[in-house]
């Protein structure tokens, strides 16, 4: 039998536990009432508050979790510290003032950490990885960590967005350089899973986590493996505008750009990523020019990774994009700091390559390039042409739609180009996909080629073309049909055209079309319905 002296560090972990849980009670039933001391009175309720929660929560404490032994010594070690304040306080105000504020804050979080262990108790191992992330010294918290980047186990959305308050926690200046790496770490990867990506987007945890990676993206502060994965996560929250922006007023754009000068190679394809949807955001662009970040996005371009050259272009195109004001400076600069030569080494490179699937970036870029009509007459006469021609047999509806569209600017400059030529067949195709922005792309291409005698003819030719752009009339097409009675209309001086067109069941289609006020659809089916009356068309 044990004698009643023997110490507590040779009894079995559980008698510890036991005596430590019944030596807290008791402590916790025995408060000193308050204090006659004015200042000891001051902190006494938050105190107080506190441990009536404990008292009510630690009967319940499950014993068996790990946690509970280093939660009870730390409250039997702060109950003492307290009963002794309360018998014989110090007499050093700052001092006395210093040591109640940090027990009421003691007090606080263990309350926190008791209820927490008794909510989600021990029975399953997810509820045991919770507690452990949030209760206990950084030393087990990061050993959950790992447990937590481990193949092996998961954790519900549920469970994360209770957890990630505690993550955010641990990437404070104070912590570790270790500590701030392995919960960087751990972002990182649930940045990249589908299931959790919306728990670290959201405006609950968002803002506060670009607010610690922007410290991370500084060299300073950071490491390589840190800066990586710091990019990687910045490419999930940017996705969201309101972090796109947080991102950038905190000075975001610089570092980033940095990292794409002279950052490893993953990093700078990441970082390169995340500058794209920042680029989204027009509000943002000026930073760019601010911070020289167009020539060091296009050298990225020539000798990045294959990936970071894929998204370097893709920045460079959504900060080409289109503006409320329209105005063509960023379009000008892009051009005076050689975005053509860029695209064009870009497309050789694919198609030397043989690559596909990542042309949608190059393609857009040279696309908002040539809305300018100047820079739409050095391409047509460059040699870009015949890329966008191609790119409109791409297997990716992406691609295609923005070689269409880059089509329908070059068609403006009013000249037959016999590359031009060659993609009417392939646009008319395009007429028949099934997604509903394709067909618009191809017949806005389409309707503004038909301004152009010699383009009307290659159209002709082709024996679906008439019949293809009649469906897009019908008013359960998903498109607008303002391109499809421009291209009608561009051919119906030709009675040939007129025919098929009745054929296909245009006039049925264009008056639907009179009750949605569409476009010139009243004039075509003016224009088909005196053929008819004089005899043009056989009746139908």
Not at 422 to 440: H, W
Not at 504 to 531: H, I, P, S, T
Request: a neutral charge; charged letters at 20%; one cysteine or more.
């Amino acid at each position: 039998m044990k004698s009643p002296d023997q110490p507590v560090s040779s009894r079995t972990g559980e008698d510890e536990q036991q005596e430590l849980h019944h030596r807290c009670l008791s402590l916790l039933s025995s408060l000193p009432s308050p204090p006659a001391t004015s200042l000891l009175r001051r902190k006494w309720p938050s105190i107080s508050t506190s441990c009536t929660r404990l008292l009510s929560t630690l009967p319940s404490l499950p014993l068996s979790n790990p946690l509970s032994l280093p939660l009870l010594t730390s409250l039997s070690a702060s109950l003492s510290h307290l009963h002794s304040l309360s018998s014989s306080p110090p007499a050093g105000k700052l001092q006395l003032q210093s040591e109640l504020s940090s027990l009421a804050t003691t007090f606080h979080g263990l309350a926190s950490d008791a209820d927490l262990l008794v909510s989600t108790g021990g029975g399953s191992s997810e509820n045991d990885l919770v507690s452990r992330l949030q209760v206990g010294p950084i030393s087990s918290r990061l050993d959950a960590l790992d447990l937590l980047l481990s193949d092996k186990t998961t954790m519900s959305a549920s469970s994360l967005q209770s957890v990630v308050p505690s993550l955010l926690k641990l990437l404070e200046p104070s912590a570790s350089f270790e500590t701030r790496g392995k919960v960087t770490l751990t972002f990182a990867k649930l940045s990249l899973s589908q299931s959790s990506r919306h728990v670290i987007t959201s405006s609950e945890v968002g803002p506060s986590l670009v607010i610690h990676l922007s410290r991370v993206l500084d060299s300073a502060t950071g490491g390589t493996t840190a800066i990586e994965n710091a990019c990687t996560i910045l490419q999930t929250l940017t996705l969201v505008k309101e972090n796109a922006i947080a991102l950038a007023s905190r000075g975001g754009v610089g570092p980033l750009l940095e990292i794409c000068h002279a950052g490893t190679p993953s990093a700078q394809a990441s970082a390169a990523a995340v500058l794209g949807n920042l680029a989204q955001v027009e509000t943002i662009r000026p930073y760019f020019v601010d911070e020289n970040g167009i020539p060091t996005l296009i050298n990225l371009s020539y000798i990045g990774t294959p990936v970071a050259k894929d998204n370097a272009i893709g920045c460079l195109c959504n900060l080409a994009g289109p503006s409320e004001d329209e105005l063509q400076d960023m379009k000008i600069t892009l051009f005076k700091e050689g975005a053509l030569d860029c695209i064009k080494s870009y497309l050789e490179l694919q198609v030397q390559e043989d690559r596909d699937w990542n042309l949608e970036g190059a393609i857009g870029l040279l696309r908002h390039l040539t809305s300018f009509r100047y820079i739409a007459e050095i391409v047509t006469n460059n040699g870009f042409v015949p890329y966008v021609v191609s790119a409109l047999d791409s297997t990716k509806p992406r691609v295609r739609i923005e070689a269409a569209r880059t089509i329908a600017e070059l068609a403006v400059t009013g000249r037959i180009v016999k590359e031009i030529c060659d993609s009417i067949p392939k646009l008319v195709r395009m007429l028949e996909g099934k997604g509903s922005e394709e067909r618009e792309a191809s017949a806005k291409a389409l309707a503004n080629l038909m301004q152009v005698s010699g383009y009307r003819r290659t159209f002709r030719k082709d024996e679906g073309g008439i019949v293809n752009v009649v469906q897009l009339l019908d008013p359960l097409a998903d498109v607008e049909k303002k391109h499809a009675v421009s291209v009608l209309l561009s051919l119906s001086q030709s009675r040939k055209c007129r025919k098929q067109m009745v054929a296909a069941g245009a006039c049925g289609y264009l008056r639907g079309n009179l009750a949605m006020q569409v476009e010139d659809a009243k004039k075509l089916l003016e224009c088909l319905g005196r053929g008819r009356i004089l005899g043009v068309f056989p009746r139908v």
